[in-house]
């Protein structure tokens, strides 16, 4: 008989919890969700606490707790790391050991001591155990996967010692073949460049990936950065191992990504500032390392191939959120099938290591259910309200509304509304599992508007206007849009306008500036058509996702089209909303035209002032 196992991800970034009961998700969920703190790395009391009890489980019932990484096995790296590199790292050791020595080192004293506070503990359990890091990010994409057998590639900035890894999972057993260690780091090499561009480190990565198709591929300047990068920074080899020339990084020692100085010097401009305006030579940095990631990438992926001779690739760790990297990994072919963690990060680690304890510790049988797409649920495994919860904030807020006894309706009126160019907050159903927004705690709009991604920029999300918005496509149309070959449910996954919706580009568009480029129409489709005529495609699915798939079936009578603009439903340095009182909010935050949560509709035209006091804008630092 299977047990209950709670795993949990924390005190680095993006803490975490989720909660199996006979090897079956109960639920998961994000700290930052809960307590508004956006990667907040703290213990996710308030994450465990839902899914205890979504699951009705007190954590006396708790057969066992995992930890997804192994402290003491960090602990030895950063010492032996500033062992290596003395006299350097003095600030950096100064400012890192004591926070180990007070509370990182004691770990299993301070796990229980939390606990504790959720609930009284039994002697013999919860059994607390610690699984390595890339078993943890390795575990989470085989064993919900649709493979019975597969290579598992995880590549990250750093766990203990491990970068990156290799792994063959096959039934219930996954095995570890290879590793990269630190401090040579694909991911560690792409934050660096993340800080260099002005974006901040461990949230701004997938900025730098939305920078890139403002670079110029036929310039002479990409090919420059490129070089400087493969002949000064680092020395690929062709299993994709990386070896970083750490006397151009300090993120081993210091206490910042990159020296400034020694980095102007080399790419010829000095390190842009996180407001400052993007110019050229910043979207042809961003394309060069976007590049050279997605080349090492597919370097990894064939050693993988070559080592368990798999068909089938599962990937996990902040990397594998590089949905174009993991594009260009399809389009080689190097792998018949790839199935993706859609918490690829460090949340997603609470999961694989749950997971592991279930199948390799508790050694548990696995089988492969060929009926479903996956074990993720769609990925909504978090907390749902009722009507009388939304009702409960719509009284809060004086808030008028209408109640829709039909859905079908509601539908209907939420499509009509997008078609007249309205912007709508969509909260449904339980929230997402991972960094994207899937139809659940959504802002959607029409993807024909030419103005639309302009407007949901710069007056919904106060964010910069460079960066693009997803499209959300019924399964069955999406060969009506893009060129792709697989499903993409969790957004992981880039694809291109099909041809004869493109609008050919100018002559001379490659000489415009970034700002001139930003707003060119390109596709009937514009509000989801990015610079390079790609797309982070999300194909919906009707047996995962009932309601949005409805909207968007509404949405398709309505006008043609079987698609929606979708992002995330927050601001800019907000976490996605959790609860009723989150969604509105934000809503009434916004330049949103109208609120749908659950049955009810809020018109922004018939809403009383939001009471608040002071500037909300700085409650929320900018990511």
């Known amino acids: 008989m299977g047990k209950v196992i709670l795993g949990i991800s924390a005190f680095y970034h993006d803490s975490a919890a989720a909660l199996l009961n006979n090897g079956e998700i109960v639920a998961a969920a994000h700290e930052e969700r809960f307590n508004r703190k956006k990667h907040d790395p703290s213990f996710p009391k308030h994450a465990i606490e839902f899914c205890l009890k979504y699951g009705g489980f007190d954590i006396s019932e708790v057969d066992l707790v995992i930890f997804y990484d192994k402290p003491l096995l960090k602990f030895e790296r950063l010492l032996e790391t500033y062992y290596n590199f003395a006299p350097k790292g003095v600030s950096s050791f100064i400012s890192a050991i004591p926070v180990w020595l007070k509370e990182k080192l004691f770990l299993r004293k301070l796990l229980t001591d939390e606990l504790s506070k959720i609930g009284k503990l039994q002697k013999e359990k919860p059994l607390l155990l610690f699984s390595e890091h890339h078993l943890s990010h390795a575990a989470s994409a085989f064993y919900p996967s649709p493979f019975s057998e597969a290579a598992v590639l995880t590549v990250d900035g750093v766990g203990e010692w491990a970068t990156a890894s290799i792994s063959y999972g096959k039934d219930n057993n996954v095995t570890m073949l290879r590793e990269m260690k630190f401090p040579h ?216 509304h209408r109640f829709y006894e039909n859905f079908d309706a509601l539908c209907e009126q939420t499509a009509s509304a997008l078609a007249d160019g309205k912007v709508a907050g969509w909260f449904q159903g339980r929230m997402e599992w991972g960094p994207r927004a899937l139809g659940n705690r959504s802002i959607v709009a029409d993807p024909r508007d030419r103005e639309m991604q302009k407007r949901l920029n710069l007056k919904i999300k106060y964010r910069e206007g ?75 699915h009707k047996e995962t996702n009932p309601q949005y ?57 018939a809403q009383p002032p939001l009471p608040e006091k002071g500037n909300w804008k700085e409650e929320f630092v900018l990511d």
């Not at 050919?504 to 514009?526: A, M």
């Not at 907000?574 to 949560?597: G, K, N, Q, S």
């Open 466 to 540: 460079f960066r693009p918005f997803a499209p959300s496509v019924l399964y069955e149309d999406v060969s009506q849009y893009f060129s792709v070959e697989t499903t993409s449910p969790y957004m992981l996954f880039v694809a291109d306008v099909v041809k004869e919706r493109q609008i050919p580009l100018p002559v001379g568009y490659e000489n415009l500036s970034v700002r001139d480029k930003l707003y060119f129409i390109r596709s009937d489709i514009p509000g989801v058509t990015h610079l390079d005529y790609s797309a982070r495609l999300q194909t919906v």
């Open 185 to 400: 780091s694909l991911g560690l090499l792409y934050s660096a460049f993340t800080y260099f561009l002005g974006f901040k480190v461990n949230s701004g990565e997938y900025k730098l990936m939305g920078l890139a198709p403002y670079g110029n591929r036929q310039s002479s300047q990409v090919a420059r950065f490129k070089d400087i990068i493969y002949k000064t920074l680092i020395d690929v080899k062709e299993d994709g191992s990386v070896f970083l020339n750490q006397y151009y990084f300090q993120y081993a020692t210091g206490l910042s990504m990159v020296n400034d100085t020694q980095w102007a010097k080399l790419f010829g401009f000095k390190r842009r500032g996180a407001e400052e305006e993007l110019v050229q030579c910043h979207g042809d940095l961003a394309l060069a390392i976007e590049e050279v990631t997605e080349d090492i990438v597919i370097k990894m992926a064939k050693t993988a191939k070559e080592l368990t001779g798999s068909k089938n690739l599962c990937m996990a760790g902040g990397v594998a959120l590089n949905c174009v990297a993991n594009s260009k990994l399809l389009l080689e072919k190097v792998f018949d099938n790839i199935w993706i963690q859609p918490a690829a990060g460090d949340a997603g680690g609470a999961l694989g290591a749950a997971y592991a304890a279930h199948f390799m510790y508790d050694e548990q049988n696995r089988t492969v259910d060929s009926s479903v797409m996956d074990l993720m649920q769609g990925a909504y495994l978090g907390p749902e309200f009722s009507s009388l919860d939304i009702k409960l904030t719509a009284r809060k807020y004086k808030a008028p």
């Open 549 to 605: 798939y409805s909207l968007i079936q509404k949405f398709k009578e309505k006008t043609g089209y079987s698609l929606v603009v979708n992002t995330s439903f927050n601001v800019r340095g907000e976490p996605i909303v959790c609860t009723p009182e989150d969604a509105y909010r934000c809503f009434m935050r916004t330049d949103m035209d109208c609120l749908v949560m659950g049955n009810f509709m809020f018109d922004k035209s």
